[in-house]
């Protein structure tokens, strides 16, 4: 069974950094598409930031501040998010898109973690 797990949120002032992480664990085969998405209260969750092994995509509020990466050999995505505002306050979701010898190619989410901006 594929698990996504995210670690690295937490409370920083306006100005800030945080870096999240998020490990895929399981009988794993290949992953795709790797990316972070947020969800703050009240509004629909939203795409970040994605990468895939040739590109990366950025929501265009967070381009020139957020960067995403990826190391295959772990299976791991990151996130390296400066600059942050109170705005990008909000739950961030790890997905990827990953495929299992059993089940084929299939989307998988985290848990979320909190990030959280003060002014």
């Known amino acids: 069974q594929v698990q996504l797990v995210e670690s690295g949120g937490g409370l920083v002032q306006a100005g800030g950094s945080l870096r999240l992480s998020c490990a895929a664990s399981?009988?794993?085969?290949?992953?795709?598409?790797m990316g972070w998405y947020r969800q703050a209260p009240g509004k629909q969750r939203e795409l970040v930031a994605a990468?895939?092994?040739?590109?990366?995509n950025y929501n265009d509020s967070v381009k020139g501040r957020f960067t995403i990466s990826r190391d295959n050999a772990k299976n791991t995505v990151y996130l390296q998010m400066n600059s942050l505002k109170p705005e990008d306050t909000a739950v961030y979701y790890c997905?990827?898109?990953?495929?299992?010898?059993?089940?084929?190619?299939?989307?998988?989410w985290g848990q979320g973690t909190q990030v959280t901006v003060s002014s």
């Open positions: 997905n990827a898109r990953i495929m299992t010898m059993a089940s084929g190619f299939g989307d998988y």
């Open positions: 990468i895939t092994s040739a590109d990366t």
């Open positions: 399981g009988i794993i085969f290949s992953i795709n598409n």
